[in-house]
């Protein structure tokens, strides 16, 4: 399973934008990159995928370089709601199954 | 996004009752579904894989004859915390695997488990 790197925390003000840059060095071939979204005694929410170059949807963008080692995850104009905690996660395709890593706790403030 | 609902949101139970969490996907079928495991202030953990019509598969660590799960249809996965004591108080979470050109899995919103 490719493990991944995430920064423990960022702080960041209401407004600004959120880069998380996530590592993935082991990353497989066939493996997707995906984030959740996860508030306190809640499920994490799914976010975004993707496999390489950007990828956008109505929350957030994700870029991919072409070694596909690193991913960044981008949230234009973060308000106080988007304070969470944030997983950068690799599927395994083969398996399935989802690794969770310490993900990265997002304060905003205000 | 598709649609994971788990039953109850909370439960509290005196020790050596058993309990039942339910899972179930809405708006798709989900022949695999995931249960994970999360303590206060840590990440989740995979507890076991859920196939429809099939046995679990269960991480190791995780005892079989303690969280038995059953996933009878492609939209229901049931766990069965058996014989509960206080140290299986936890937030319980399942998902289901929405399966496309993309494999992405949907979460329940949780279950958070206090044992007597």
């Known amino acids: 399973l490719a493990k991944t790197t995430q920064p423990i925390s960022m702080d960041s003000y209401e407004g600004q934008e959120v880069n998380i840059t996530c590592s993935h060095n082991?990353?497989?071939?066939?493996?997707?990159i995906t984030w959740y979204q996860q508030f306190p005694s809640q499920g994490p929410r799914f976010i975004i995928q993707?496999?390489?170059t950007k990828v956008t949807n109505e929350v957030a963008s994700l870029f991919i370089p072409a070694d596909r080692k690193s991913s960044t995850l981008s949230l234009p104009r973060v308000s106080l709601s988007d304070t969470a905690v944030y997983y950068c996660?690799?599927?395994?395709?083969?398996?399935?199954?989802?690794?969770f890593g310490s993900g990265t706790r997002l304060q905003v403030q205000p | 996004g598709a649609v994971v609902s788990q039953h109850p949101s909370r439960v509290i139970c005196k020790s050596g009752t058993s309990v039942k969490i339910e899972c179930r996907s809405l708006?798709?079928?989900?022949?695999?579904m995931f249960w994970y495991r999360q303590f206060p202030k840590q990440s989740l953990m995979l507890m076991a894989t859920?196939?429809?019509?099939?046995?679990?598969?269960?991480e190791q660590g995780v005892e079989k004859d303690k969280f038995l799960i059953n996933h009878a249809s492609l939209t229901l996965s049931t766990l069965t915390v058996t014989s509960a004591h206080p140290e299986d108080s936890s937030f319980y979470i399942c998902?289901?695997?929405?399966?496309?050109?993309?494999?992405?899995?949907?979460f329940g919103a949780g279950t958070r488990l206090s044992v007597l």
């Open positions: 996660l690799v599927m395994d395709t083969g398996r399935r199954a989802l690794t």
């Open positions: 082991n990353i497989a071939t066939n493996d997707y």
């Open positions: 993707g496999y390489k």
């Open positions: 708006d798709f079928q989900a022949t695999t």
């Open positions: 859920s196939n429809e019509g099939s046995k679990a598969t269960y």
């Open positions: 998902s289901g695997l929405y399966s496309g050109v993309k494999n992405i899995q949907y």
